[in-house]
């Protein structure tokens, strides 16, 4: 499916939100499943103008897309609109605008005496350049909604049981009717569960679950860079009736350093020296991620030269290998200077003009003789 979300829906990279929103409503409204019945085309074009949508409308996720693309997305967690039934569960409020009413279109009534897994939770962490690439390890608090403790997530009081709900009789769908459509809807009394609770538990309300703030630790293996994902099991919003919790998502934000960039897992950075430095050669001790280390620069050296020192990168994340640290020397010229430095440097200047006289004309006499 197309990944350029923006002509998906037939809109610019500058559209509003209320734009994105209204070029949806039209692609959901010209291609939607009960309006082309068994058509795979017209059904493949509405989940991509979901998927869209489900982006654009996101102002964080748009911000991503518009910077990283779909990959830069897919990092982050993100793995589409899903299937139907997510799809109409995610946009209600754009079909309710289109129909009237909630298309509910998420099937069969849900058991209610059936487990419901907790929600996944999304945390973003930003870090140092050297804790990314030392490892480190970390303690968050996040607030989140756990298992109830007295009702264990059913939302009745204890001794109580759930009744059939009267609206739709137990089948967790109403029909209703507009225009050329005849949609089962999701029952607005019992949110398609078929059951209703007269006697909720006192300390969840009924919803199964209680606000929590706890705190969590966990450790950044070495290695890691911008964008990069880890996945806490059981951390996330706990699950009702039985389900498990869901699982707590930590995406990484590196802050840039002042001296080293980082490619892959090979470290970049800049080294200045003198000219004389590079002339005469200089044996110096330079930073690395790792300490110090010692670096050699041989005699005429030029400006723009790299040198590699091996396996003094960043350790990857399966921990077998490091890369390299390139350096690139810039050599300085000097711009105050004694008059003892100038004399020295128009002899050297007046020694450097003889040796070019005597090789073959010098250069610049070269060049004018080709050119006349």
């Not at 860079?225 to 996330?236: A, C, K, N, V, W």
């Not at 670096?295 to 890369?323: A, M, N, Y």
């Amino acid at each position: 499916m197309s990944t350029d979300f923006y002509s998906t829906i037939g809109v610019s990279r500058t559209a509003s939100e209320d734009e994105i929103k209204k070029a949806y409503r039209k692609q959901a409204m010209k291609y939607h499943p009960d309006r082309n019945p068994d058509n795979k085309e017209a059904e493949d074009k509405f989940k991509t103008a979901a998927e869209a949508y489900e982006v654009l409308g996101d102002p964080e996720k748009r911000r991503i897309y518009d910077r990283y693309g779909i990959e830069g997305l897919r990092n982050t967690g993100y793995s589409g609109p899903g299937n139907f039934e997510d799809i109409f569960s995610n946009f209600g409020d754009i079909f309710e605008d289109l129909f009237g009413f909630g298309t509910g279109r998420s099937g069969a009534r849900r058991d209610y005496h059936g487990p419901v897994p907790g929600a996944d939770l999304r945390y973003d962490l930003t870090i140092s350049f050297m804790e990314a690439v030392h490892g480190i390890s970390k303690e968050i608090e996040i607030s989140k909604k756990e298992t109830c403790w007295t009702c264990e997530g059913s939302g009745l009081r204890p001794g109580h049981q759930p009744e059939i709900c009267p609206a739709c009789q137990g089948r967790g769908q109403v029909m209703r009717a507009q225009g050329f459509f005849r949609l089962s809807t999701t029952c607005p009394q019992c949110h398609g569960q078929g059951r209703i609770i007269k006697d909720p538990c006192n300390d969840c309300g009924g919803t199964g679950l209680v606000s929590k703030k706890k705190k969590v630790s966990f450790k950044i293996p070495a290695g890691v860079d911008h964008g990069s994902r880890m996945r806490l099991r059981g951390e996330g919003e706990g699950g009702r009736r039985g389900g498990e919790s869901g699982d707590l998502y930590i995406i990484i934000y590196v802050e840039p350093h002042e001296f080293f960039h980082r490619d892959g897992n090979n470290i970049l950075c800049e080294l200045p020296i003198s000219m004389t430095q590079a002339a005469l050669g200089y044996e110096l001790k330079v930073p690395s991620i790792h300490g110090k280390t010692d670096l050699s620069i041989p005699l005429g050296t030029q400006h723009g030269q790299t040198f590699v020192l091996k396996s003094e990168g960043v350790t990857s994340l399966r921990g077998d290998v490091r890369g390299d640290m390139i350096i690139r020397v810039s050599v300085k010229i000097p711009d105050n200077l004694s008059k003892r430095q100038e004399e020295l440097l128009r002899e050297f200047s007046e020694i450097e003009e003889k040796k070019e006289g005597h090789q073959k004309g010098g250069f610049f006499k070269k060049l004018f003789d080709h050119l006349s």
